[in-house]
């Protein structure tokens, strides 16, 4: 791990370090979440429960860091109502399929997450479906991660 995550865990704690590591990266590109946690697993070690914990904490963070995202696309899509009108009514016949890309992209990072949370924003997905979806898919990916490092280590 290097001296900026260590410094980050030294100064919040294992959890909480986690939670702002997973804001963080949320908003800013050259941040990562992963590298983070592959760092945290490779020196100190999980155990199951501390790694769930973790998992929920890097989920959380990064819901917190794409709230703002997604907020800011909705705003701007109240501004382009007749157009995004038009795009939902074309995107009506496939009523689940915003959901599914979302779903896919929080776990697997295709089409890009950034992306996609804006995209949740503009096409009005419901704030609780964006919640529940990112912080399941993203727990997902991030219990992946987790458990492939420990596994490696």
Known sequence: MTAEPAAIVAAL???AGTFAVGALSAVLPFASIEVFLVGLVLVRGVDPASGALIVVCAAAGQLA???PIYGAARGVAALQHERLARLRARLGRFANAPHLVLAASAVFGLPPFSI???AAGALAIRIRAFCAIVLAGRALRFALVI????AYR
């Open 13 to 15: 704690g294992m959890f």
């Open 65 to 67: 860091g794409k709230l």
């Open 116 to 118: 996609m949370a804006t």
């Open 147 to 150: 458990a492939v490092t420990a």
